[in-house]
């Protein structure tokens, strides 16, 4: 059973264009919902966080969207580089259970120059 | 540095040799946790640990044993390897079990 469901699974963007990655989720104890970036051969590291009483927050380039009554909430990268280029997880934490963070299946994006 | 250190970073070995990834953080962190990385299935809990002593299984603990005898250290082991162990494992931590855990490098199994 997939708790945390992502897509598109790869994306493929032109530089300075925008990069955009959905997530579903379906169980709304769900209360922390981070995204993360991960490098070939390096460990995911934390790009941005949201928790379900925002529906947006912006660091720089990066956007998380929330919209809690679809339950979905989505990745928005403006003036995507190629530096950008990377496997993004969305994931979703019940802080009530403790420890338990769940991922979604993971995008592969490119940027071309 | 703070990080998440995992040993060995790439480990190749032979089906039922018993086996242990060692993971150890040096942020004083309560929360520690293993993943798996498979193509298509994303990051896959294993077990996950809230403090010394306190362990709880993820959504695939089959065939895997943790322990946490000290805050710092979440060894992962493996009593009797199958190739569907195969993967790509990471070590995790957190201080508050909110705000994201910290990852390791990563460590490639290979069971033949």
């Known amino acids: 059973q997939q708790q945390v469901k992502q897509s598109p699974q790869s994306l493929i963007v032109q530089k300075g264009g925008i990069s955009i990655i959905n997530c579903a989720y379906e169980?709304?104890?769900?209360?922390?919902f981070p995204w993360y970036q991960q490098f070939p051969g390096k460990g995911p590291a934390l790009l941005i966080a949201i928790r379900p009483d925002v529906s947006e927050k912006k660091e720089g380039r990066f956007t998380i969207s929330f919209n809690k009554s679809a339950k979905q909430f989505s990745l928005h990268i403006m003036d995507s580089q190629p530096g950008d280029s990377a496997t993004y997880f969305c994931a979703a934490w019940r802080s009530s259970n403790t420890g338990k963070l769940i991922f979604g299946q993971g995008t592969t994006l490119q940027v071309k120059p | 540095e703070a990080q998440v250190t995992q040993n060995p970073r790439y480990l190749i070995t032979v089906t039922g040799k018993k086996l242990t990834v060692t993971c150890s953080q040096n942020m004083n962190h309560e929360y520690m946790s293993w993943y798996r990385q498979d193509p298509g299935l994303g990051l896959r809990q294993i077990y996950y640990s809230m403090n010394v002593e306190v362990t709880d299984k993820g959504d695939v603990p089959e065939g895997y044993k943790v322990s946490r005898k000290e805050k710092r250290n979440f060894p992962l082991i493996l009593e009797s390897p199958s190739p569907n162990q195969t993967s790509l494992y990471f070590c995790?931590?957190?201080?508050?079990?909110?705000?994201?855990?910290?990852f390791g490098s990563g460590t490639r199994l290979t069971v033949v």
């Open positions: 169980n709304t104890a769900f209360d922390y």
């Open positions: 995790a931590s957190s201080y508050t079990g909110v705000g994201g855990y910290t």
